[in-house]
């Protein structure tokens, strides 16, 4: 049966716990997908206490990182989902997302809802994918693909 939680905080503490045992066993976050059986962005996520996985996908994954079964048991448990607390985040990698969304973020709601009409790009039913690519004029790009269902307003 599945468990909802309704404070982060168990999840936070794993996370913590889990980010310590990659580094430490020297794995890539696709081994850790590898083992899971799911893509890379799902279970980073996951690990990052952000999704829960399924039951074997956790249980693999706590014992590739040499977790315990609460672990495992606890990457199973439906998070409360969030993961920049406090407003305006102040990590570089993180705050430039949030400056593209600040820039963008009206565009794209223009352009989705004049392409679809009144809805949301779902962020449950939902796929995202990272590449690193060669910059023709030097150096290298990054090519984020955010993949989400659209789902139409429907009046009541």
């Not at 905080?9 to 980010?19: H, I, K």
């Not at 956790?58 to 590739?64: F, G, I, P």
């Given at each position: 049966m599945p468990h909802a939680q309704f404070d982060p905080?168990?999840?936070?503490?794993?996370?913590?716990?889990?980010?310590e045992a990659k580094i430490r066993k020297d794995l890539t976050?696709?081994?850790?997908?590898?083992?899971?059986?799911l893509?890379?962005?799902?279970?980073?996520?996951?690990v990052l206490?952000?999704?829960?996985?399924?039951e074997k996908s956790?249980?693999?994954?706590?014992?590739?990182l040499g977790l315990d079964d609460e672990a495992a048991m606890l990457l199973r448990t439906i998070p409360t989902r969030g993961s920049i607390p406090g407003g305006v985040?102040?990590?570089p990698t993180i705050y430039r997302f949030y400056e593209m969304?600040?820039?963008?973020?009206?565009?794209?709601?223009a352009l989705v809802h004049e392409q679809f009409g009144d809805g949301?790009?779902?962020?449950?039913?939902?796929?995202?994918?990272?590449?690193?690519?060669?910059?023709?004029?030097?150096?290298e790009r990054a090519i984020i693909t955010l993949d989400g269902k659209y789902l139409p307003t429907k009046p009541f």
């Open positions: 905080t168990a999840r936070e503490t794993l996370a913590v716990a889990a980010v976050w696709q081994q850790i997908a590898d083992a899971a059986g893509s890379v962005a799902f279970v980073t996520a996951a206490g952000q999704h829960a996985l399924p956790a249980e693999a994954v706590a014992e590739l985040p102040t990590d969304l600040q820039v963008y973020g009206t565009t794209l709601k949301i790009i779902s962020a449950i039913n939902f796929r995202l994918d990272v590449k690193k690519v060669a910059d023709p004029e030097g150096g």
